[in-house]
């Protein structure tokens, strides 16, 4: 078995996926880089400091995610840490009323089924993986308690990200039992194609999403929902 620590990092060919690979490099994980062009995945892993290998994953097919998997577990043998990136807004995202359902189902399919197969596929690899954690990637615009009482004008990319939360819960059940902890770190708004102009920089925002994976995989964050200033309300 393997003794260097490894990461996979699904969507991890730009913007925050792109950061996170980068940073985890430079920490001495071997990192996988999931992502649907594996050209220029190959590409951009060339320029990266570390180890960091390319692996081909479209989260939305099964056959796809249990291939990569495949191949991460012929090289590695476990899986220290799953980091599901991977995630869309769609443009246009504003009101429930102007929303078809298509554009709702294939925001649920990429950022909800996307990470539930990955997990899926991985688990077996993360029960021999080191202090293994599982980072689902998620927003305050999937708070309950802030839409509340906030205008959040997203349906799709809200509602996804509240079901991926839960879908985190419910992982948590069979995860946590056998040593394998969960988060769903908000690292906010970025300067990245799903961001916006005024956010902080994918590199920052990479750095919230890895200190919740160390606290994580140390066994000091478990099932916990949680941004940049402290816990989220659900």
Not at 177 to 205: N, V, Y
């Amino acid at each position: 078995m393997t003794t260097q620590s490894n990461a996979l990092v699904t969507g991890g060919s730009r913007g925050l996926g792109l950061a996170l690979c980068k940073q985890l490099a430079q920490e001495g994980f071997k990192v996988w880089m999931a992502c649907r062009d594996t050209a220029a995945g190959r590409s951009l892993a060339q320029r990266l400091p570390g180890e960091v290998a390319v692996v081909e994953m479209d989260v939305t097919v099964p056959d796809s995610v249990k291939k990569a998997l495949q191949v991460v577990a012929l090289a590695d043998d476990k899986l220290d840490l799953l980091i599901n990136n991977a995630g869309i807004y769609p443009s246009g995202d504003e009101y429930p009323q102007t929303q078809p359902e298509s554009l709702l189902m294939d925001t649920l399919a990429v950022n909800v089924g996307g990470a539930h197969s990955v997990i899926q596929a991985a688990f077996p690899w993360l029960q021999l993986g080191q202090n293994p954690a599982v980072v689902n990637v998620s927003s305050g615009y999937g708070s309950l308690a802030l839409n509340a009482v906030q205008h959040m004008d997203a349906l799709c990319y809200c509602t996804s990200k509240a079901a991926l939360n839960m879908l985190s819960l419910q992982w948590s059940r069979v995860l946590t039992p056998l040593g394998i902890h969960i988060c769903m770190p908000s690292p906010g708004w970025m300067r990245t194609s799903m961001g916006r102009a005024d956010g902080k920089s994918p590199e920052q925002g990479a750095a919230i999403v890895l200190e919740a994976a160390r606290l994580c995989r140390q066994g000091r964050l478990n099932k916990a929902y949680i941004g940049e200033n402290g816990p989220i309300p659900w």
